[in-house]
């Protein structure tokens, strides 16, 4: 009699086994999926910074009359994001540089990034802006230096 009581429960046991080996494995899979996504944007991240040490040496290489020329839609409404204004810049240096941010990045057309130069004080501010192609909004990454010769 006892048998007979008993019979399905290791199947049961079974079912309930392979439900919770299903539940890690799709747990390891949205963990594998936000891994992915984070190393993507460190990669953004890491090329932004490249990018913008690539210009801010080539003005180094230049004579501080000639850092007015590099300016890239040096104005931006505060609270703005990726919004600049301004003219853009006609500096070979700079058009090959707009060229490698749009090759390297997401949604970063030239319209979206910054080149400011300040004469007085030789401070170049270089903001690099891209869209990841899951988000909406515009990443960016900033650097300032000073160009004293």
Known sequence: MSRRIQS???????MVGILIFSIGVLALVG?????IKASAEAKYRADASYLANAIVGRMWNEKPANLVNYRHRPT???????????????????????AKVAALLPGADATLQQIAVDTATNQVSVSVCWVSPQDSLPHRHTIIAYINK
């Open 31 to 35: 963990l594998q999926a936000v891994a």
């Open 76 to 98: 931006s409404t505060a609270g703005q994001l990726c919004q600049p204004t301004g003219t853009d810049s006609s500096d070979d240096n700079v058009t090959a540089w707009l």
């Open 8 to 14: 399905g429960v290791m199947l049961i046991e079974a």
